[in-house]
């Protein structure tokens, strides 16, 4: 149907690219906060010669730490899709320090997790699955609450076996809620906006049970039941990703 500035129309098919939305309103503002944090982290690790890591929103997916660390320009940036190896990152920073920057700033999603962590993690998540009945998926679900609740201190932990590892001080600076108040910046105010009038548009024209996707220049209306409880992932190919790797930054893995 014509809608305006916007075109909407109930896809046909339901696929990957079609599942979630381009973007979220929200996002960019916490995006120009995290950057701008890492970017003042900077001056700070360079006068003093510190490692500094910087914990970012991101429990389950890493889109926040990665934008903000490519455009605060992070020397490392770790996410919950890639599983880190500490000997790989501290293996930069000393390349770093070779090279004469006695300092690194390095982006963390709270959610980035150490391979053996990783993999202990996932081993307990196929407990889940494999539970063969209600009580031992109780008891299977109970475990892997305990190791997500043990691993909200893994920055600091981190942050420890650098400084053992490579000799330099290292501190943590954790953003926590700050990312999500303040005034919405321009791009969000305008996201807002278009999708407010494409679902207004969606009620009048009697479609229901659909969210309002942010596609390209435009949007789309998406099934709800085929986005609810689907977290949108970095994709290990993502070009964010790649712009990361062409320049230098530490993915630690």
Not at 17 to 35: M, N, P, R, W
Not at 201 to 224: Q, S, Y
Request: proline residues 3%.
């Amino acid at each position: 149907m014509d809608a305006g500035l916007n075109v909407i129309h109930l896809p046909k098919t339901i696929d990957n690219d079609i599942v979630h939305t381009d973007s979220s309103f929200g996002f960019a503002t916490a995006l120009e906060i995290a950057t701008q944090a890492v970017d003042r982290l900077h001056s700070t690790a360079h006068s003093h010669h510190r490692i500094i890591l910087t914990e970012i929103m991101g429990h389950r997916a890493g889109w926040l730490a990665l934008g903000a660390g490519i455009a605060g320009g992070a020397d490392v940036i770790l996410l919950p899709e890639i599983p880190y190896s500490v000997d790989a990152i501290a293996d930069k920073i000393e390349r770093r320090r070779s090279h004469g920057s006695s300092f690194s700033v390095v982006a963390v999603a709270e959610g980035a997790l150490s391979v053996t962590d990783h993999a202990e993690l996932e081993h307990a998540r196929a407990l889940v699955k494999d539970a063969s009945s209600p009580e031992r998926k109780a008891m299977a679900k109970r475990g892997v609450k305990r190791l997500e609740a043990s691993h909200r201190a893994n920055t600091f932990t981190l942050a420890e076996q650098l400084e053992n590892l490579t000799g330099l001080e290292a501190r943590v600076s954790i953003l926590g809620y700050v990312q999500r108040g303040g005034s919405p910046c321009g791009a969000d105010r305008l996201l807002g906006t278009r999708l407010g009038v494409a679902g207004a548009e969606a009620i009048a024209a009697g479609h229901f049970g659909v969210m309002v996707a942010d596609r390209g220049h435009g949007t789309e209306l998406v099934p709800l039941k085929e986005v609810a409880g689907h977290t949108k992932f970095v994709p290990a190919d993502h070009e964010w990703i790649q712009a990361a790797r062409a320049v230098g930054t530490a993915l630690g893995d």
